[in-house]
């Protein structure tokens, strides 16, 4: 190997950046490949990233651990764990017997450590051992910004699997694509090593005992050592609260998780930058963001927004990067560089562990988020944005009583608040939220008053709203979200909701219980096609619902007919069951089988031919399941379905316009489609009924207009009873397994939209 007297920054910079490139660019494609096992809920990608961080901190022990050796020792160690991983190429997913009802949360993890576990943990352990590598060279300079680097290349990985590559490439192709990748990153490595082989002391320990612009330094401190564990913590578990709350509570937006992560990684790139001008900005405005939008963080569905949801974005990428650039500002001498990147992986995994899978044991609601905005009080710097005690010349004595004076004036609105909240912001909320957040900004220097004004503003927004209906036992939590059962006794209803979707309600004026609602109304395509059923099917037809939520479609069972539901969540089979949350299912199908896992590998273990109506009704909040929408899934369903049975789609949709999606699959299988548009109420009055739009399938022309009574013109679509065809799209790539993109779909219900 040959000897440079240069420190070759660009080699490092271009070998840090491919190896957090491919970091981040895995873990969505991973996580795209077990789709199929595992659907698309919140908690299934916080699951996953509590894996990435617990191998990011392994490799990043791995990186402390090597070194202790020489330098030359530690790149042949690591070369030999690159090679060895070689051996997971191409990417794929692990054979593991599916999970029982319950143990998702343990499986899923398992998974992917069987999956990707040892090319994630070599890969991992690059970015630290090349930034000490780096230092070893005495004129290469601070090598913290390095880190800077490397979650730029992170945030690129992240961002590029969305936008080009999943759009572009199936698996298969991806996972080629990051072999390759991987292989080039295996030759930087190699080439990093080399630059540094005859470099001073590389026959013995890299250990530099000069700080950064600083004298000579000892070990890191206990103290120093937890408070950089706490101070990483929190920004972790509130990268991935942020994603849930917002999931749950605002809005169930697709991608969403992908912009949590990539402001979470941005803010690392800042704050381990040169650019201390900006730093210093964002640290000094950092209070104050988090008391307005912190401030809302215990409010619930009924005041979500938009606007909140974007004011929660800002909050985490401006909270983050203050808090890593106090991190930064607290980093030790490049001789410590790993033991101090090893921490702030274990403060990373800390903050997973308790935001994906302790908060969801511990409590029904997200309050892991409002706790975690706390614990950002509790840890940022806080420099003081109105010096009015100076202006006064307070002294201690004096500045303690007007702190109190202060607080109690702040308790008072806080009352106030509590006591006339009605779920939106009106005047009075403004008025008195307004003084909260006024005394808020005054407090900030002194963290006990700023940390309870900040607590106050959150009972106060909302806050006690949400804790009360939390203690009234109305909502429960699992693996799979958020359900909340409550009453609405004007319109005389009982509603469910998973997040911000409704997925159920059922009318509580006598006689009228057993009505369809929602989705589901007689006029909706369900309605219609199980209305005709019993005409044009035998006395005992079976039919299949997947997805159960409050059991509605169960009043549409006919007397002989054989019912099973398909469930994938146990908590919401205990909901349809409890007859004092919903009676559809006790009083109209009380003898119907529940199966509950996945629809898709529970239909797969059926017997050919067993149903003449399968109806796929399945949510993850507002977004439908990827992975029961390919042409693999739809050969399951036809599987099932008797020669001249029918199949319908719900895919009733904020976000996604999926009708091409379906319209490729039926022309590809020689099929029959139609959908059904219901606009739901065409007057204010009616408010059990929503707007839904339900495909039919069927394996002839003749044998779906027996159901639909034939299409009519799309300029009809939504007069009564009318059936209309699919608005397809030329070119249009069939969705399988190896290759669906959400992200087509998307642009094109926004461009059905504007043009209906």
Avoid at 303 to 311: E, K, L, R, T, Y
Avoid at 472 to 486: E, I, K, P
Wanted: charged letters at 15%.
């Amino acid at each position: 190997m040959i000897a440079s007297n240069s420190p070759r920054r660009w080699l490092f910079v271009l070998t840090i950046l491919v190896g957090s490139f491919l970091l981040f660019l895995v873990q969505p494609m991973v996580a795209r490949m077990v789709l199929p096992k595992l659907g698309g809920a919140p908690a299934v990608w916080n699951s996953a990233m509590l894996v990435y961080q617990a191998l990011l901190l392994g490799g990043y022990a791995y990186a402390h651990w090597v070194g202790r050796f020489a330098l030359r020792r530690q790149a042949l160690i690591h070369l030999a764990l690159l090679l060895l991983a070689v051996l997971w190429l191409p990417i794929g997913i692990a054979h593991i017997a599916p999970p029982a009802p319950g143990q998702e949360a343990l499986w899923v993890p398992l998974l992917l450590i069987a999956s990707i576990g040892p090319v994630f943990f070599a890969v991992s352990a690059q970015a630290p051992l090349i930034q000490r590598w780096f230092a070893a060279d005495p004129a290469a300079g601070d090598p913290y910004y390095l880190y800077a680097a490397s979650n730029l290349g992170s945030f690129a990985g992240l961002i590029s699997y969305p936008a080009l590559v999943e759009p572009n490439f199936p698996l298969a192709a991806q996972s080629w694509g990051w072999a390759a990748g991987y292989m080039l990153l295996l030759a930087l490595v190699a080439a990093a090593a080399a630059s540094r082989w005859q470099a001073s002391g590389a026959m013995a320990p890299v250990a530099s005992d000069e700080s950064v612009g600083e004298e000579q330094e000892g070990a890191p401190s206990l103290r120093r050592r937890i408070h950089w564990l706490l101070i990483a913590a929190v920004p972790s578990g509130l990268m991935l609260s942020t994603t849930t709350h917002l999931t749950t509570d605002i809005v169930a937006m697709p991608l969403l998780w992908v912009l949590p992560l990539g402001l979470y990684l941005l803010s690392f790139s800042i704050a381990f930058s040169t650019l201390s001008r900006l730093r210093e900005i964002i640290t000094f405005i950092a209070p104050s963001a988090l008391l307005l939008v912190g401030g809302l963080a215990l409010l619930g569905a009924g005041g979500s927004s938009m606007f909140v949801a974007f004011a929660s974005l800002i909050m985490l990428f401006i909270v983050a990067t203050a808090l890593h650039g106090y991190l930064h500002y607290l980093r030790p001498s490049p001789r410590y560089l790993t033991l101090f990147y090893l921490i702030m992986s274990a403060g990373g995994v800390l903050g997973g562990l308790f935001a994906a899978l302790v908060a969801p044991l511990l409590f029904d609601w997200v309050y892991e988020h409002p706790l975690l905005v706390i614990g950002a009080a509790l840890l940022l710097p806080l420099p003081a944005l109105i010096p009015w005690d100076k202006w006064l010349g307070l002294a201690d004595g004096r500045l303690r009583v007007a702190l109190g004076i202060l607080l109690a004036i702040a308790a008072f609105c806080c009352w106030h608040l509590v006591e006339h909240w009605r779920g939106v912001a009106d005047d009075e909320a403004f008025l008195w939220g307004g003084a909260l957040v006024a005394i808020g900004l005054a407090v900030i220097p002194w963290r006990a008053a700023f940390v309870a004004v900040l607590m106050m503003l959150m009972l106060g927004i909302g806050g006690w709203s949400t804790i009360e209906e939390s203690l009234t036992g109305s909502r429960v939590r699992s693996y799979f979200g958020v359900y909340t059962v409550t009453d609405d006794s004007y319109r005389q209803q009982r509603r469910l909701a998973h997040g911000t979707t409704l997925h159920g309600l059922q009318r509580t004026d006598a006689g009228h219980e057993h009505e369809a609602t929602t989705y589901y109304g007689p006029q909706s395509g369900v309605g219609l096609a199980l209305g005709k059923l019993d005409r044009l099917a035998p006395k005992d037809a079976a039919v299949g619902i997947v997805g159960l939520g409050a059991g509605t479609l169960a009043c549409y069972r006919q007397p002989g007919q054989t019912w099973t539901f398909f469930e994938i969540d146990p908590v919401m089979v205990d909901i349809a069951r409890d007859s004092a949350n919903f009676t559809f299912l006790s009083e109209c199908a009380p003898q119907a089988a529940i199966r509950v896992g996945d629809a898709r590998l529970e239909i797969e273990k059926l017997p050919p031919a067993q149903f003449d109506m399968l109806v796929i009704d399945a949510f993850s909040s507002d977004a439908i399941p990827l992975h029961l929408l390919t042409k693999e899934a739809v050969g399951i369903y036809a599987r099932a379905l008797k020669p001249d049975g029918i199949l319908l789609i719900h895919i009733s949709n904020r976000f996604f316009g999926l009708e091409p999606v379906l319209d490729t699959e039926a022309r590809a299988r020689g099929w029959a489609a139609a959908i059904r548009l219901d606009p739901g109420p065409r007057t204010r009055e009616f408010t059990n009924f929503t707007a839904s739009s339900w495909v039919a399938l069927a394996p002839t022309q003749a044998r779906l207009d027996a159901f639909t009574g034939g299409t009519r013109p799309r300029a009809e679509s939504y007069a009564d009873n009318v059936w209309v065809p699919l608005a397809g799209r030329a070119g249009f790539t069939r969705w399988t397994d190896d290759y669906a993109s959400t992200l087509p779909v998307l642009i094109w219900k926004n461009l059905l939209g504007k043009r209906e």
